[in-house]
C-alpha cells in the first residue's frame, strides 16, 4: 500500500533522511521509532507530499507522490506532528472545511462524514467550541478526526500520543487499533511501550537509517529480557 | 481548479471569525471618508464628484492593505496548518488563487460599503455617474495588485510583521514611480521619455485614469499584469 524507497532528504549540510526505505501492507501497523531528530517527520512528510525528496520515491497504492501528488494525498490521511489546525474555527467548522477540500460538496454527506468522525474521537462535547480554547487532548482529536475523515485506506501519524495523559494514550491506542483492520497506519514515536500496545512491526531509525525493520517479537527476541528501552538505547546511541 | 471555493470561502469567512474584520472595515471607512472630507475638502470643492475620495487611495491602501495581506500565509507558516493545507488534495494553484480571491473580495467588501458616499453626491449635485463607477472599479484593481504583492511576500516569512512591512515598503516603490511629484523631480535630470516610462510602472498614473472615467485596455492590462507576476512569484515561492 506505502513503498518507499531509498528517500534523501537534506537540510543544508544535514542529511536529515539517509536512503530509507519500507513497505506498509494493508493491516499493517507500523511503529516507526527513533530518538528525537532521527528523521522520523521528514520521512512522514514526504510520503504525505508535503515535502518533495532529494532522492529516492514514495508510493501510495502504486501512486508515486512526485507525480501525482492530488492523487496520493485524497488516499492518505495525515496527523501532522503536533496537531496543527485553524485555531479561530470551532470543531465543526473545521472539519466541514476538511470535508469541503476532500470532496464531499453535498451538504448531507458531509454532515454524515463530519458526525461519524466527532463520534469517533469522542469531539461532540466541543463541537461548537474554537479550536484555539481546547485543551492539547482534544486539539489531538481534533488532528485525528481530520485524519480519517475521509476514510482513508492509509494513515500517516506523527507522534500521535504526544503530550496526552495516560488515559488519553490508551484512549488513543484503542482508536488507531480499531481503525487498522483493513489500512495501511504508519506511527511514529519515541515511546516504546506504544508500540508493544498497538503495532505488528517495528522500524527503528537512528541519524536518517533504517536501523531495524521486524516484529516486534523479533525485536524483544534480540536481548532476551531485557526491557524494550535497553535494546533502543543499544540500536540508537550513535545520536546521542 | 474546484478547490479553489473550500480555501476560498474558509478564507473570506475566517475574517469574520475575529475583530480583525470589523476593525478593519471601520478604520477603512473612517479614513477613507475622513481623508476626502477633512483634507480633500470634499464639500469645499463644491462640485459633485468623488475625486476629493479617491485621490488619497494610493496612499491609504498603502498601510491597509498589507495589513491584510501580510496575514495570508505567514501565519499559516507560524501555525503549522501549511503542512496541513498542503496534504490535503489541492494544488498549490488552487491555495494561492483560494486565498488572494477572499481576500480581495474582502477588500471590494469595504470599498463597497463606502457606497453611501456616492450616494451623498448624487444627492446633493448632478455626477457623472460613468466617472464614480471608473474610480471604484480602478480602485478596486489596484486593490488587487497591491494584495498581490502582500500575498508573495507574506509567503516568504513567517513573522507577520516582517511581511506588513515588506508588503509598506514595495508598494511604496510601486507609488512612488508613479507618483507626479517624484516623477517632477526625475524630470530634471531625465528625458521626458525616461520619465513617462518609469511612470507606467507605478500605480498612481493606471488608476488616475480609471479615476477619470477612462477605461483604457493598457491600464486594465496593467494592474491584470502586476497581479498574474506577483502570484505567479507566490506559487514559486510556496513550490520551492
Ligand atoms: N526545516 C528544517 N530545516 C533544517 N533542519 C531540519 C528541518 N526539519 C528537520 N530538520 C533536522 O532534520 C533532522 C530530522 O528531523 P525530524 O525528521 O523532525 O526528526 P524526528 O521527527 O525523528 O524527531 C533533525 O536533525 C532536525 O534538526
Ligand atoms: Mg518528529
Redesign the pocket.
Known amino acids: 500500500m506505502i513503498e518507499v524507497k531509498g528517500l534523501v532528504k537534506t537540510?543544508?549540510n544535514?542529511r536529515?533522511?539517509d536512503g530509507v526505505s519500507f513497505t506498509v501492507r494493508p493491516g499493517d501497523i507500523l511503529g516507526f521509532l527513533?530518538?528525537?531528530?532521527?528523521?522520523?517527520?521528514?520521512?512522514m512528510?514526504m510520503i504525505t507530499g508535503y515535502l518533495r525528496p532529494d532522492a529516492g520515491t514514495a508510493t501510495v497504492a502504486g501512486i508515486d507522490v512526485a507525480k501525482d501528488p492530488v492523487a496520493v494525498k485524497s488516499r492518505i490521511g495525515y496527523l501532522p506532528?503536533s496537531a496543527p489546525a485553524y485555531g479561530e474555527m470551532t470543531v465543526v467548522e473545521f472539519l466541514n472545511f476538511i470535508g469541503e477540500v476532500r470532496g464531499f460538496r453535498a451538504a448531507a454527506t458531509r454532515r454524515e462524514k463530519v458526525e461519524r468522525a466527532l463520534a469517533l474521537t469522542h469531539l461532540e462535547s466541543v463541537r461548537r467550541q474554537a479550536i484555539e480554547t481546547l485543551s492539547k487532548g482534544y486539539k489531538q482529536r481534533v488532528g485525528f478526526a481530520q485524519a480519517l475523515l475521509h476514510e482513508p485506506p492509509c494513515l500517516v501519524l506523527?507522534e500521535p500520543t504526544d503530550g496526552l495523559d495516560p488515559n488519553q494514550k490508551n484512549e488513543v491506542r484503542s482508536l488507531i487499533k480499531s481503525m487498522a483492520a483493513d489500512r495501511a497506519v504508519i506511527l511514529?514515536t519515541?515511546i516504546l511501550e506504544e508500540v508493544d500496545a498497538i503495532c505488528n512491526r517495528i522500524i527503528v531509525?537512528s541519524s536518517?537509517k533504517v536501523v531495524v525493520d521486524e516484529t516486534p517479537d523479533a525485536f524483544r527476541a534480540r536481548k532476551p529480557g531485557a526491557r524494550l528501552d535497553a535494546i533502543f538505547r543499544d540500536l540508537t546511541s550513535a545520536d546521542a | 481548479m474546484s478547490q479553489i471555493t473550500p480555501v476560498l470561502k474558509r478564507e473570506f469567512l475566517g475574517y469574520f471569525r475575529s475583530p480583525v474584520a470589523y476593525v478593519f472595515l471601520i478604520v477603512f471607512l473612517v479614513a477613507s471618508v475622513g481623508l476626502a472630507f477633512f483634507v480633500g475638502g470634499f464639500f469645499k470643492a463644491n462640485q459633485a464628484s468623488l475625486q476629493s475620495f479617491f485621490v488619497f487611495q494610493p496612499w491609504l491602501y498603502l498601510f491597509l492593505i498589507p495589513a491584510i495581506g501580510m496575514r495570508l500565509w505567514a501565519e499559516e507558516r507560524r501555525g503549522g496548518t501549511i503542512e496541513l493545507l498542503f496534504t490535503l488534495p489541492l494544488t498549490t494553484l488552487d491555495a494561492v488563487l483560494g486565498k488572494f480571491f477572499a481576500a480581495w473580495a474582502f477588500l471590494v467588501l469595504g470599498l463597497a460599503l463606502t457606497f453611501p458616499l456616492a450616494i451623498t453626491v448624487g444627492w446633493l449635485g448632478d455626477p457623472d455617474w460613468g466617472v464614480i463607477a471608473g474610480g471604484y472599479l480602478g480602485s478596486a484593481l489596484m486593490a488587487g495588485a497591491y494584495l498581490a504583492v502582500c500575498s508573495l511576500l507574506s509567503s516568504l516569512t513567517k513573522n507577520q510583521v516582517i511581511a506588513f512591512v515588506l508588503g509598506v515598503v514595495v508598494n511604496l516603490v510601486l507609488v512612488f514611480l508613479g507618483w507626479s511629484v517624484f516623477n517632477g523631480l526625475l524630470s530634471g535630470f531625465l528625458p521626458v521619455p525616461a520619465v513617462d516610462f518609469i511612470a507606467n510602472l507605478g500605480f498612481i498614473p493606471h488608476f488616475d485614469a480609471f479615476a477619470k472615467g477612462i477605461l483604457d485596455p493598457s491600464d486594465f492590462a496593467y494592474f491584470g499584469s502586476v497581479i498574474a507576476l506577483a502570484l505567479t512569484l507566490n506559487y514559486v515561492a510556496l513550490e520551492r
Not at chain 1, 527513533?34 to 520521512?43: D, L, M, R
Open positions: 537540510y543544508g544535514k536529515a533522511v527513533g530518538p528525537n531528530g532521527a528523521g522520523k517527520s521528514t520521512t512528510k506532528e506523527d511514529s519515541h531509525i536518517g
